[in-house]
């Protein structure tokens, strides 16, 4: 059987990921000529030649051009199927996260350095014994802190994993500062490494739990495992470079410890640098306390939503923890009445599947959450709060909002509870509006990253609504 080549159509076509398509046509002598691959920097490229007969026909298929070094070394440290496989914000974030790992490894360095010959290491007349009970206050006093702060904070990290990420890198900067000068002070000694230790485990707490949440940001293809291996895989190069350059620095340093307490305050102000910028890479799409609240007060004055990448520009990272608003979401019922003179005022007028209860004098705002009450609920009920806590404050507000504020502020108190009765009817009106900008400005509503416990509650009157 002849076979004719054509330079015209194409057989068939392939591509890598998002790299250029290549084609393939019918050569001559009946074999698929394919084109050379596109030069994108992460995709394989090189023309492969396939013989007819396939893996039966004896002729195995033979790369007309070798995979460049740069894309295998690239593929080790890249998770599978970069760039479409993780999200848009993970190139920025690992290249700077790289630059605050590799200065935190040299401040580690020397701060190991100091606790060594602190204990007495290298000092013929340190006792083994006084080192070892040393060694062994210090980590006992640093797990009984990993397990208290892990009970107490936990649930928190994911609402605000930015936040925590940035705190946890400038706690661990001070309990290394903490270990540099605990050598100084001979008599609190023991006290400072405790300290220093305890700190540490915190910080490798909130470290490991916000890694894991930003880890679920940026997979894009159920990879979750895939990125966290190649970020460790990134992590242990930076920390191997790390130590090849600590081996170098600490002789020239040791001596001289003026000269290494200056090393630390560079390394330091490094390490803090990059890890704000790796912070302020992330794009998150999901909607937290902060975050919803910049895209609501944007969407009140002027009507539009912010999307994801201005919104996260703007979210605070050093004040992140303490908003003006104090909003509780699933609060449990007994908590906001005791009465059922109380439940029954409480219910009149709610029409969605949660209770809210304002307290104007402290500007806090507690939600009852009904069996009912889905992600769309819950983000309703924090948007309402939101929108009694924008009453309290200054800015243009819509016209019925900017009516309902300034009878707030010369008003009683005791009329709360008709406030948030006139609130749920506007909200009716903005909320859908406000959510389909949510959805077209590129948030993910489905799911949230609001802090919500775990109350629930039924109560009479309630409205058979749909589950949202």
Not at 29 to 55: I, M, N
Not at 56 to 62: H, I, Y
Not at 117 to 134: D, F, Q, R, W, Y
Request: hydrophobic letters at 45%; a neutral charge; proline letters at 5%.
């Amino acid at each position: 059987m002849a076979y004719v080549a054509s330079t015209e159509a194409p057989l068939c076509s392939e591509q890598f990921g998002s790299g250029t398509a290549r084609r393939c046509r019918a050569a001559a002598d009946g074999s698929l000529q394919w084109d050379a691959w596109g030069r994108r920097w992460w995709a394989f490229s090189g023309a492969f030649t396939a013989k007819p007969g396939g893996r039966d026909g004896g002729e195995r298929v033979a790369p007309g051009t070798a995979v460049p070094p740069l894309s295998r070394l690239l593929a080790v440290f890249l998770p599978q199927g970069f760039p479409d496989s993780v999200s848009p914000d993970y190139l920025p974030y690992q290249l700077w996260d790289s630059v605050q790992a590799f200065a935190s490894s040299l401040s580690g360095s020397l701060a190991t350095h100091a606790v060594l010959l602190g204990i007495g290491v290298g000092n013929a007349k340190a006792s083994v014994s006084a080192a070892t009970a040393t060694w062994l206050v210090k980590d006992s006093t640093g797990m009984l802190g990993r397990i208290i702060f892990a009970w107490w904070m936990g649930s928190k990290m994911d609402c605000n994993a930015k936040q925590w990420r940035l705190f946890a890198d400038i706690l661990n900067d001070v309990a290394m500062l903490l270990e540099i000068m605990a050598p100084i002070f001979p008599i609190c000694f023991t006290m400072t490494i405790c300290i220093s230790n305890l700190a540490k485990c915190i910080v490798g707490v909130a470290g490991g739990a916000t890694r894991a949440a930003l880890t679920m940001h940026q997979a894009r293809r159920n990879n979750m495992a895939d990125v966290s291996a190649k970020d460790g895989s990134q992590e242990t190069l930076v920390s191997l470079a790390g130590l090849l350059v600590s081996l170098l620095m600490l002789p020239l340093v040791s001596d001289c410890p003026s000269l290494s307490l200056g090393c630390f305050f560079f390394l330091t102000a490094l390490h803090i640098y990059a890890n704000y910028r790796a912070v302020r890479a992330l794009v998150i799409e999901t909607l937290n306390e902060r975050r919803l609240w910049l895209v609501l007060k944007h969407f009140l004055q002027r009507g539009e939503v912010l999307g994801p990448a201005s919104a996260n520009q703007m979210e605070p990272l050093w004040t992140g923890f303490w908003p003006s608003l104090s909003l509780s979401l699933g609060v449990p019922l007994h908590r906001v009445t005791s009465s059922v003179f109380e439940l029954q005022k409480l219910v009149e007028g709610h029409q969605e599947p949660y209770l809210l209860r304002w307290d104007q004098s402290q500007n806090q705002v507690q939600v009852v959450l009904s069996q009912m009450a889905g992600p769309e609920t819950i983000l309703r009920a924090a948007t309402h709060g939101l929108v009694l806590g924008a009453l309290q404050g200054d800015g243009p507000l819509p016209g019925e909002l900017e009516e309902l504020r300034n009878r707030v502020r010369a008003g009683p108190e005791k009329e709360s509870c008709v406030i948030v009765r006139e609130t749920h009817q506007v909200l009716d009106k903005l909320f859908p509006e406000f959510l389909k900008g949510l959805q077209d400005a590129g948030w993910t509503t489905e799911k949230h990253q609001l802090e919500v416990d775990e109350w629930r509650a039924t109560w009479l009157l309630c409205p058979e609504k749909k589950l949202l």
